[in-house]
Each structure stands twice: as C-alpha cells, then as structure tokens.
C-alpha cells in the first residue's frame, strides 16, 4: 500500500526561485524522511524529521511537519540547476519493523 | 562515505532464466533491503533483512527470494525471470539506530531486463 504520496508529480521552476514539494501519509510514523533522485542513480537522503518536531533546517532545505493533517512538506530555497532530480519521501510506521515506505515522487526540473 | 555497490548498472536475461542481482556494503550496517523502481509506482520494497541469515518480506515478494550469507552481501534472487519483472532494482543499507531513525544509503541500481 502506498504510504507517501507526492504533490505536485512534477514541477518546473527558474533558477533562483523556491521549489515546494508536499508529501501525505496515512497511518501513524516515528519520523519522516525525504531523499533525492538524480537521473539514473540510486536515492541520497537529504533531511531526517521525527514525529515531535514541526520544523527543520538543513542548508536550502526546509522540512515541515504537520502529524494532524499526516503532511510534510518540502522547501529548496534559491534553487539551482543542479537541485533538478526526482524527491521522495519516505515514512517509517509504528509498527515496529524497519521498513520505510516510500511515495512516488517529485519530477523537478530546475531551469538556468 | 558509505558505499552501497550493485554488481551490474545493466543487465538483460531471458524469460525463465535465475537471475542473481549482487549488493554488498562497506560500512557494517545491520539492516539492507532490495526495492524495485517503476514509473509512477515509486520504490516498492521487496526484501529486507536484519541481521545475517535474516529476513522478512517486503510488500511485493512474489517470484522472487534473498539470501545474506555475509552481513555485507544481499542478494537478490528472480527464480524464474519474467518480463513482469523487467525494472530498475535498487538496494540499500541502514544502521540499526533507535527509533528507526537512520538514514538508508542506495545503490547506484540494477536495469534489468527480461526478454
């Protein structure tokens, strides 16, 4: 089942400007996380944000939290040409097992 | 830095064959997963395991089997290649950690091919 959805699929943006992707679940997480996709290789994880926490900061990346509406969301400031991969997000359960579940990601595309 | 290494970037074989995907860490991480990748369906998780000799389903398991002889090593096994299983194949690998709380390094990727 899938547990992250992704929004928007895909997004087109200039260089320099803020790209903001959100991610929905639906059961119950100890933390969220979001990871990046450059074309043709493996995921990198990019930030880590536990279930007590609203906000996090990481460079140009801004993680929101919201365990009531289960959403997060996803903000590249200043983005680069370089930022243009596919971003997913990735929850864990309650449940106890070590498996992550992840969404079916954001395309974005960053213009020069 | 962690490296996660998939044996092959590019692989085709054929229909009914026993396929052999290889991942092999470096960096001592109890936990390693396969995931396949298709379009529009995101990472689906096949197998992980825990733990040497480990392991537990993932979501999609069907036609196919694992094997972790060595903590670094998880293979990945197709019993009976079918095309349906043409797709990009990453693994990963994670520390233990408390709370789930660890981050999981990819591999590079396997695009198999089943004709």
């Known amino acids: 089942s899938q547990q992250g959805e992704e929004d928007p699929q895909a997004l087109s943006i200039q260089e320099g400007e803020n790209a903001t992707m959100n991610c929905s679940y639906k059961t119950s997480i100890n933390n969220l996380q979001w990871y990046r996709q450059n074309s043709g290789r493996g995921l990198v994880h990019l930030i880590l944000i536990r279930s007590n926490e609203r906000e996090k900061h990481s460079g140009r990346l801004r993680v929101t939290l919201d365990t009531s509406k289960k959403s997060s969301s996803l903000l590249i400031t200043a983005s680069r040409a370089a930022d243009t991969a596919s971003y997913f997000c990735?929850?864990?359960?309650?449940?106890?097992?070590?498996?992550?579940?992840f969404g079916t990601g954001t395309r974005l595309k960053v213009l020069a | 830095d962690v490296k996660v290494t998939q044996s092959s970037r590019y692989l085709v074989k054929r229909t009914g064959e026993k396929v052999f995907l290889e991942c092999v860490q470096d960096?001592?991480?109890?936990?390693m997963f396969w995931y396949r990748q298709d379009p529009g369906l995101g990472l689906r998780l096949i197998y992980f395991s825990y733990d040497v000799k480990m392991k537990e389903k993932g979501d999609i398991p069907e036609g196919y089997s694992v094997s972790r002889e060595k903590k670094e090593r998880f293979s990945l096994i197709l019993e009976s290649a079918s095309t349906n299983q043409t797709s990009m194949y990453l693994c990963?690998?994670?520390?233990?950690?408390?709370?789930?709380?660890?981050?999981?390094?990819f591999g590079d990727g396997t695009r198999l091919s089943i004709l």
């Open positions: 990735a929850t864990d359960s309650t449940s106890g097992t070590y498996k992550y579940i």
């Open positions: 990963a690998s994670s520390l233990v950690g408390q709370g789930r709380d660890q981050p999981q390094h």
């Open positions: 960096m001592d991480h109890e936990n």
